[in-house]
């Protein structure tokens, strides 16, 4: 069965500080993989998207990127955080055939940014 | 332009009463629809879809989600609620043509009172 993981569970960095998250999937081969971020407990804003190694596309301006440097891993980074990258970060991937591209979450990252 | 909506920010109901909890949803041709379910500090978890047939879809913990085309709706339902229902609700329409990116609705906090 298909498993994903995210670390670290929970992380405080300075403003300023660089980010790097981590994001794996397990059971299953070339996903399509989601960067998610939620802010006070609600709604989803997705921040990146990938199709395969090396493709990533960017949903909103900011200071965040992301990469893909193998098939079923997703890393999630900053230079210089702010304030504003605080929130819960979420992984989800999700696979072309036979499941009609059902999205699966991992269990998040929860950043604060001091 | 694509969207969700879910009209109701929080939902308050007995233990053992029925529950629904509502959305609404704008796009262009058939959409593929989902509930997610989320626990405090925890990822998203897959609760049901519809992508085509019944307009009535069973998903897991005994809900179900009722289709409706006309009044463009797809309210998420359960019979009788449980005190371990209590969770925030999020509504998804997947758009194929769109590198099948998910919209998410704002969440329902859904509160069971025993």
């Known amino acids: 069965s298909q498993t994903i993981h995210q670390w670290p569970a929970t992380l405080v960095q300075p403003v300023g500080s660089p980010l790097s998250l981590e994001c794996t999937v397990e059971g299953t081969s070339n996903p399509n993989l989601y960067w998610y971020r939620q802010a006070a407990g609600r709604g989803l804003q997705l921040l990146f998207y990938s199709v395969g190694i090396g493709q990533i596309s960017s949903e909103v301006p900011q200071n965040l990127s992301a990469s893909r440097p193998q098939d079923r891993q997703f890393i999630l980074s900053s230079k210089k955080l702010l304030l504003s990258d605080s929130g819960f970060y979420l992984c989800?991937?999700?696979?072309?055939?036979?499941?009609?591209?059902?999205?699966?979450f991992g269990p998040g990252t929860r950043l604060l940014v001091l | 332009a694509q969207s969700v909506a879910q009209p109701e920010d929080q939902v308050n109901v007995a233990e053992g009463n029925p529950l629904t909890v509502k959305c609404t949803y704008s796009v262009s041709g058939n959409p593929y629809l989902f509930w997610y379910v989320q626990y405090p500090n925890r990822g998203l978890q897959f609760l049901l879809k519809y992508i085509t047939g019944d307009n009535l879809v069973k998903g897991s913990y005994g809900f179900e989600a009722e289709f409706n085309k006309s009044q463009t709706s797809f309210h998420l339902k359960k019979p009788s609620a449980l005190v371990s229902d209590s969770a925030l609700y999020f509504c998804?329409?997947?758009?194929?043509?769109?590198?099948?990116?998910?919209?998410f609705g704002s969440g329902t906090k859904l509160n069971v009172k025993p």
């Open positions: 989800a991937w999700s696979v072309l055939a036979g499941d009609f591209e059902t999205q699966y």
């Open positions: 998804a329409v997947r758009v194929p043509w769109n590198f099948n990116k998910f919209y």
